[in-house]
């Protein structure tokens, strides 16, 4: 009976894992890391092949997969952050990134909040950003491995005393004396991303229960969470990173019912005024296309009224004026043309002008960019941008490009440049 039990705890991979894992971080593993930091995935069998010679195979490719992980979190965290941490590949793709985290925890310290119970961890990205406002942490996670990967990062990076990592279910632990409770749940299952709320682990319900008991709380969500699902009592910020749409957070104990989009870097917060929907209106001289956050949080029309603009279908999310004004929440781009949908014609005017570089952006067209790139061929010195979408019902293509980028390169004397007309 005994050697029966003995053998299941052998082949237990939570076990396996976890000592590849924690021989990583004795003095050979640790070595082994340092000689394979930089190694290219081309040379990693022959960097393995010669390794093996001296060192026990599963730790060489234990720190092998620790390199690559290391190299794959670095758009995270950064090359010398990512260069020191600990990652297990759940924990870097679910991580949030340094810059997303680091404004969170700057909004927490200005709430006024000292310490903060971290439920559902993973290897750490919140915590470290939340220790180094800081913030006390309890950061706990059930996962034996994410667990030794977030102390081993709290170690790294000189945050032990200010976090304490636990394993433990979060559904078990006791928040009582905490400024603030932040759920990031677990939103990707065997099968991918979870869309519904409820079949987030721990799920969004238990998560608003636990945040109900805290002075304050912020919880993770996906950006595509639908407005319905936002409860009263919370405010709703989502918030992108250079452009890309990155969460959506339920803030408890701030605003009650305030929805904001807020775009790093910066912040650029924009609060919701409750405005309609903007009219429809002819297409000017200039379309701006919004920031995802700003759709997502449904704040197209703050937007427009900032430019006085309109839309170019009342479903579409393009505002379009006739003043270039400066606004971070949207691209602004000068229209040029504007043409029912039609390849040959598109394909006619691009040649006139000799196009050879296309940007291709769509809004309720289903046409593929590629595939449009592809048969209308451009070619030529010249840049442009088509949008293909519908104006005020109507399959369109509008022609244009950037306006912003137009006017910083004419007022940039740091890189005069980009004044001369490109070769030809
Ligand atoms: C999205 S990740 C957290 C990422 C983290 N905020 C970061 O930036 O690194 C979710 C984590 O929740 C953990 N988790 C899911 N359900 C849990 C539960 N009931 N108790 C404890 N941890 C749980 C998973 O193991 C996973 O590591």
Same mark, same amino acid.
């Given at each position: 009976?005994?050697?029966?039990?003995?053998?299941?705890?052998?082949?237990?991979?939570?076990?396996?894992?976890?000592?590849?894992?924690?021989?990583?971080?004795?003095?050979?593993?640790?070595?082994?890391?340092?000689?394979?930091?930089?190694?290219?995935?081309?040379?990693? &069998? #022959? /960097?393995?092949?010669?390794?093996?010679?001296?060192?026990? +195979?599963?730790?060489?490719? *234990? %720190? @092998? =997969?620790?390199?690559?992980?290391?190299?794959?979190?670095?758009?995270?965290?950064?090359?010398?952050?990512?260069?020191?941490?600990?990652?297990?590949?759940?924990?870097?793709?679910?991580?949030?990134?340094?810059?997303?985290?680091?404004?969170?925890?700057?909004?927490?310290?200005?709430?006024?909040?000292?310490?903060?119970?971290?439920?559902?961890?993973?290897?750490?990205?919140?915590?470290?950003?939340?220790?180094?406002?800081?913030?006390?942490? &309890? #950061? /706990?996670?059930?996962?034996?491995?994410?667990?030794?990967? +977030?102390?081993?990062?709290? *170690? %790294? @990076? =000189?945050?032990?005393?200010?976090?304490?990592?636990?394993?433990?279910?979060?559904?078990?632990?006791?928040?009582?004396?905490?400024?603030?409770?932040?759920?990031?749940?677990?939103?990707?299952?065997?099968?991918?991303?979870?869309?519904?709320?409820?079949?987030?682990?721990?799920?969004?319900?238990?998560?608003?229960?636990?945040?109900?008991?805290?002075?304050?709380?912020?919880?993770?969500?996906?950006?595509?969470?639908?407005?319905?699902?936002?409860?009263?009592?919370?405010?709703?910020?989502?918030?992108?990173?250079?452009?890309?749409?990155?969460? *959506?957070? @339920?803030?408890?104990?701030?605003?009650?019912?305030?929805?904001?989009?807020?775009?790093?870097?910066?912040?650029?917060?924009?609060?919701?005024?409750?405005?309609?929907?903007?009219?429809?209106?002819?297409?000017?001289?200039?379309?701006?296309?919004?920031?995802?956050?700003?759709?997502?949080?449904?704040?197209?029309?703050?937007?427009?009224?900032?430019?006085?603009?309109?839309?170019?279908?009342?479903?579409?999310?393009?505002?379009?004026?006739?003043?270039?004004?400066?606004?971070?929440?949207?691209?602004?781009?000068?229209?040029?043309?504007?043409?029912?949908?039609? @390849?040959?014609?598109?394909?006619?005017?691009?040649?006139?002008?000799?196009?050879?570089?296309?940007?291709?952006?769509?809004?309720?067209?289903?046409?593929?960019?590629?595939?449009?790139?592809?048969?209308?061929?451009?070619?030529?010195?010249?840049?442009?941008?088509?949008?293909?979408?519908?104006?005020?019902?109507?399959?369109?293509?509008?022609?244009?490009?950037?306006?912003?980028?137009?006017?910083?390169?004419?007022?940039?004397?740091?890189?005069?440049?980009?004044?001369?007309?490109?070769?030809?």
């Amino acid at each position: 009976m005994e050697r029966t039990i003995l053998r299941l705890a052998d082949n237990d991979p939570v076990n396996d894992h976890l000592d590849a894992f924690t021989a990583l971080l004795a003095p050979e593993g640790r070595a082994l890391l340092d000689a394979v930091r930089d190694t290219a995935p081309a040379d990693e &069998l #022959a /960097v393995a092949t010669r390794l093996r010679r001296e060192h026990p +195979a599963g730790l060489v490719s *234990a %720190a @092998l =997969g620790q390199a690559r992980l290391r190299q794959r979190a670095a758009a995270k965290f950064g090359t010398g952050d990512a260069g020191r941490m600990y990652f297990t590949p759940n924990g870097v793709e679910q991580s949030t990134r340094a810059s997303v985290a680091a404004y969170r925890a700057a909004r927490m310290r200005e709430l006024g909040i000292g310490s903060v119970a971290d439920l559902c961890c993973g290897i750490g990205g919140d915590a470290i950003a939340l220790a180094r406002a800081g913030i006390r942490v &309890l #950061a /706990v996670d059930r996962d034996p491995v994410t667990v030794a990967a +977030a102390r081993a990062n709290m *170690a %790294a @990076l =000189g945050l032990e005393d200010l976090v304490e990592v636990r394993e433990a279910d979060v559904t078990e632990v006791d928040t009582a004396g905490f400024d603030a409770v932040f759920v990031d749940p677990a939103r990707r299952g065997g099968r991918g991303r979870i869309f519904d709320p409820e079949a987030y682990s721990p799920p969004l319900s238990w998560a608003v229960e636990a945040a109900r008991t805290a002075p304050h709380a912020a919880l993770k969500v996906a950006p595509g969470i639908p407005h319905e699902a936002v409860p009263g009592d919370a405010e709703a910020e989502w918030i992108s990173d250079g452009g890309d749409v990155k969460e *959506a957070v @339920l803030w408890f104990g701030t605003a009650p019912g305030t929805v904001r989009a807020t775009l790093l870097p910066g912040p650029r917060p924009l609060l919701s005024r409750g405005l309609p929907d903007p009219a429809v209106r002819p297409v000017g001289r200039y379309l701006y296309e919004p920031d995802g956050a700003v759709i997502r949080a449904h704040l197209v029309a703050e937007v427009a009224d900032a430019l006085d603009g309109g839309l170019v279908d009342a479903t579409i999310a393009y505002i379009t004026a006739d003043e270039l004004r400066p606004t971070p929440y949207a691209g602004a781009y000068e229209i040029t043309d504007q043409l029912p949908f039609n @390849l040959k014609r598109l394909k006619a005017l691009l040649r006139e002008r000799q196009v050879g570089t296309l940007t291709v952006k769509k809004r309720g067209s289903a046409v593929e960019p590629e595939e449009l790139r592809r048969k209308v061929k451009p070619q030529g010195p010249n840049a442009a941008t088509v949008f293909l979408t519908r104006v005020a019902g109507a399959p369109t293509m509008l022609v244009g490009h950037p306006a912003q980028g137009l006017s910083r390169r004419l007022i940039d004397p740091q890189r005069p440049e980009e004044l001369r007309p490109p070769p030809a």
